[in-house]
């Protein structure tokens, strides 16, 4: 992929439809895991059967402009309500212009801070996205999350 290496955390979390954004941080640690949740207490597990922040590989769309002030345009219409890949197709300045496509990506094959964000975020739709803005060395990426598995 086009995005191999970062240098800055999540700048911010938007969300256009009302189903809470992204979320806090981490819950429940990362690695480990071999008790199957037995030292959770079990209401995260019971509260979001299938929109876990964990998995394996996401769908994933981005926005990816070099200068901030372009990402800002390319915010200020999905906060509007346009749809996500006519905003990508009109300012993303990469190989996903067709929409901001790029498909599935698996952990490992992502850059940390855009892994991190991607793996954070819920699914939504291009016509109601939840979406999330960080900065790479590649410049300013708008991500959001088609689906998980």
């Not at 993303?92 to 901001?100: L, M, N, T, V, Y």
Request: some cysteine.
């Amino acid at each position: 992929t086009c995005i191999r290496q970062s240098t800055e955390a999540v700048v911010s979390t938007q969300s256009t439809g009302g189903a809470g954004g992204a979320g806090g941080g981490k819950s429940g640690g990362g690695k480990g895991g071999k008790g199957k949740g037995k030292a959770d207490s079990g209401a995260s597990a019971a509260s979001e059967p299938k929109e876990k922040k964990g998995g394996t590989a996401v769908k994933v769309r981005h926005i990816l402009c070099e200068k901030q002030s372009k990402s800002m345009e390319a915010l200020a219409e999905l906060q509007t309500g346009a749809k996500f890949n006519e905003v990508a197709t009109k300012y993303s300045e990469d190989k996903a212009r067709s929409g901001g496509d790029l498909g599935w990506m698996t952990r490992g094959s992502m850059v940390g801070p855009f892994q991190d964000a991607a793996f954070a975020l819920t699914k939504s739709t291009v016509g109601n996205p939840n979406y999330v803005q960080i900065k790479t060395k590649f410049g300013y990426h708008i991500i959001m999350i088609e689906d998980k598995k």
